[in-house]
């Protein structure tokens, strides 16, 4: 028996072929070959809404990965997104195979197709106009927040860019048109995001399938201008390329020279934009040279500035200030000497990898840093959050934890048409319905998510489909105010709900002060009189106001017995206002810490109606025989007053008094609220007055259907004290409103 005993040659060998078959490399390759051979048999026999058969197009989407550098395992999230249609249990399926993460992908790239088809079927068709289509603008961002809500894992958003490609690649090699919406959406919104993304290969290639399909005519005549002088133009272009390479390669550069391809829609961006003609269009003759470092770069510039006329205006430098996407290049024009221009741009090769790859780019060149990429500023804040979401793939296995947290201040739901709407994070189904619609929200009653009822309160997550139930009319649930029962969280829903009942409450005002008014009609026997007439002369605009203002004791019905009284004459020998007669002097009032402008030894009292306290803004008003009434400037009953009688409007002002101490003199002020009724609400605004060291010497309460209706007269030195405690009853749970009466 003869045996055989590995040499240490052959056991290092066996060792590296071993570690070569275990690497994460050839573990994604077996992968993507297995995702293909459990896709086949179910893409097969099948094709897509566009006519392209299915596994084609997944073949398709797969290369166009490859090419820009994503993975073996993106590449394999290809076949099993298709495949999701055409399992049963596709989560249980593809999770038990490949793993819960690219099952996750796949869901969720399959799930954003179906509700992008959904949405570009119910949109309107783009016009057609000489300048480009134009998507809808609401219906653009709603594609662009679709996009963005799937993101948080943005190997969806490079299959969503892929496949679009691939769709506009199929349409293109079938000489079939597209529907407008698709190619339009794909020039306005995919293209778009394939730049911000920096994947300038998947960008020009969109922009100009797209554009050849939403402007024949013009992509055509395009490329026949391109093509009628194409001999003489490449012609000069290689003569320029080897002029430069030799002249680099005795400067000792190992520089790669090469004519740039023209995209027709850059060329039409560029006519448009600037007015030029065609022949106006510098970089119809272009070249890029790529060296291996950034100083390189910069001897290659002043290579080509000495030796041919550089156009100055035309000149970029986005080596020192990067696009926002990244892009990181130099780009200038040159004549030469019969006066033809050019243009050349020079980046090093992981320069130009960024460019032609972008997000892949990282991959490659992990040791490049993120230079170029601080401050990046972007035109919405859509933009601004893919910009820093494409930093992270970096590190592409720990993108999905490193981007959770970046759209925790918003998420992004669905409606059964699959329009946007956008939420703040922990909202509800209540919230959802009043972001749809104010009468949505009042008569909502019940909900389903993604199919499935929910309670109101449910917290929703990004792509998620929200669908209400609604009854036929009603309003709002006082519950939903509640924070602890956890209806709402948007300020809209909540100033939504609390405007419904403070439009009931109103009613309720209304209701109540049109009975006080009508009996003290009745009692003063002046039931003849014009309401209308009436209302005006207190300053309200109809008597619904007045009877509002009546109900909340905004207005007393003092103020409208005297007004209802005639107005008696004055002396003549007497003169309406003293004010007018006397010298400016100040007089302390004798019973009252105020000083009356203009008049001495002045009786002056603290109305009733709004009970004025220092710093107050107040007015006085000469009354008959009880001397100067003294009421806040915004006081209604004032305002009622000074209406009908203006002559005997006077000023006063604040007496200096000591604002503390045992001397200080304190003011009755009332306070009131309105809250949802509900056990302990006393106590806890009494509590709040006693935090805040406030002497209440009067409550008085009332409760109409649920709801509190609450004045606390309390005891102050400062007005400014009423402020605080107004703030701080504001919080406590169940108040809807306080004021100052």
Avoid at 92 to 118: D, N
Avoid at 463 to 471: L, M, R
Avoid at 522 to 540: D, I, V
Avoid at 694 to 706: E, H, K, L, M, P
């Amino acid at each position: 028996m003869i045996s055989v005993t590995p040499t240490t040659t052959d056991a290092a060998s066996a060792a590296v072929i071993h570690a070569a078959l275990d690497s994460p490399q050839a573990h994604d390759q077996r992968a993507l070959a297995r995702a293909r051979a459990f896709a086949e048999p179910l893409l097969a026999p099948e094709c897509l809404d566009t006519g392209e058969p299915a596994l084609q197009h997944a073949d398709g989407v797969a290369q166009i990965l490859a090419r820009i550098g994503g993975t073996a395992e993106l590449q394999a999230c290809a076949y099993l997104v298709y495949a999701v249609g055409y399992l049963a249990r596709p989560r249980e399926s593809i999770a038990k195979a490949f793993g819960e993460s690219l099952a996750e992908v796949a869901l969720e790239t399959h799930k954003l197709i179906q509700l992008q088809r959904q949405a570009r079927a119910r949109a309107p068709a783009p016009d057609a106009g000489a300048g480009g289509s134009e998507l809808d603008r609401a219906q653009t961002e709603n594609v662009r927040k679709m996009l963005l809500a799937f993101s948080r894992d943005l190997r969806v958003v490079l299959l969503r860019l892929a496949s679009r490609l691939q769709t506009l690649r199929h349409y293109a090699a079938s000489k079939l048109p597209p529907p407008r919406a698709l190619a339009a959406e794909s020039l306005h919104v995919f293209a778009p995001l394939a730049n911000r993304l920096g994947i300038g290969q998947l960008k020009w290639e969109l922009e100009d399938l797209a554009f050849r399909f939403l402007e024949p005519d013009t992509y055509k005549t395009i490329a026949r201008l391109l093509d009628e002088k194409r001999v003489e133009r490449e012609a000069h272009v290689e003569q320029v390329r080897q002029r430069l390479e030799t002249a680099l390669r005795q400067l000792g550069l190992q520089a790669q020279v090469q004519g740039r391809p023209k995209h027709i829609y850059s060329i039409v961006k560029k006519m448009r934009g600037k007015g030029l003609s065609f022949e106006q269009v510098y970089d119809l003759r272009a070249l890029r040279v790529i060296v291996d470092t950034v100083d390189e770069c910069y001897r290659v510039l002043a290579w080509v500035h000495e030796h041919y006329t550089p156009v100055p205006e035309e000149f970029d430098d986005y080596i020192a200030r990067p696009k926002p996407n990244g892009y990181q290049s130099l780009h200038t024009v040159v004549r030469d000497e019969q006066g033809r221009a050019f243009e050349i741009q020079i980046r090093t090769r992981a320069m130009h990898e960024h460019a032609e790859h972008g997000v892949a780019a990282h991959w490659a060149y992990k040791e490049a840093g993120t230079k170029g990429y601080a401050g990046v500023s972007a035109s919405s804040s859509y933009d601004a959050k893919i910009a820093v979401l494409r930093q992270l793939l970096a590190w592409q296995s720990d993108l999905t934890g490193l981007a959770h947290g970046l759209f925790d201040d918003h998420i992004y739901v669905f409606t059964p048409q699959a329009a946007i709407v956008e939420l703040p994070k922990g909202a509800t189904p209540v919230d959802f319905a009043y972001a749809v619609h104010t009468d949505l929200g009042h008569r909502c009653r019940g909900a389903k998510v993604d199919g499935q009822m929910v309670p109101l309160n449910t917290p929703l997550s990004t792509g998620q489909t929200v669908e209400i139930i609604a009854a036929k009319e009603g309003g709002p649930s006082r519950d939903w105010l509640n924070p602890e029962a956890g209806y709402l969280v948007s300020h809209r829903g909540k100033a939504k709900v609390r405007a419904w009942f403070n439009a009931l409450a109103a009613q309720e005002n209304i209701a109540r002060g049109r009975e006080q008014v009508e009996r003290l009609l009745q009692r003063e026997g002046r039931t003849a009189t014009s309401l209308e007439a009436l209302a005006q002369a207190l300053g309200y605009a109809t008597p619904e106001a007045l009877f509002e203002a009546v109900g909340k004791e905004a207005i007393t019905l003092r103020a409208i017995e005297q007004q209802l009284a005639p107005a008696a004459v004055a002396p003549a020998a007497q003169p309406a206002a003293p004010v007018l007669k006397k010298p400016r002097t100040t007089t302390r009032a004798s019973n009252a810490d105020v000083l009356v402008v203009g008049v001495g030894a002045l009786m002056t009292t603290l109305a009733r109606c709004c009970k004025p306290a220092p710093p107050d803004d107040i007015r006085g008003f000469i009354t008959r025989g009880k001397g100067v009434s003294v009421h806040r400037a915004d006081c209604p009953d004032f305002a009622a007053l000074a209406a009908r009688q203006p002559g005997r409007v006077i000023d006063v002002a604040w007496a200096h008094t000591p604002a503390s101490g045992p001397h200080a003199p304190v003011y009755a002020v009332d306070v009131g609220v309105q809250a949802q009724d509900r056990q302990g609400l006393l106590r806890d605004i009494t509590e709040a007055f006693a935090r805040e060291k406030i002497n209440v010497i009067g409550v008085q309460t009332q409760t109409v259907r649920d709801m509190a209706w609450m004045t606390f007269t309390v005891e102050v030195s400062d007005a400014s004290k009423v402020a605080r405690v107004m703030a701080v009853l504001s919080d406590v749970p169940g108040v809807i409103k306080v004021w100052r009466r």
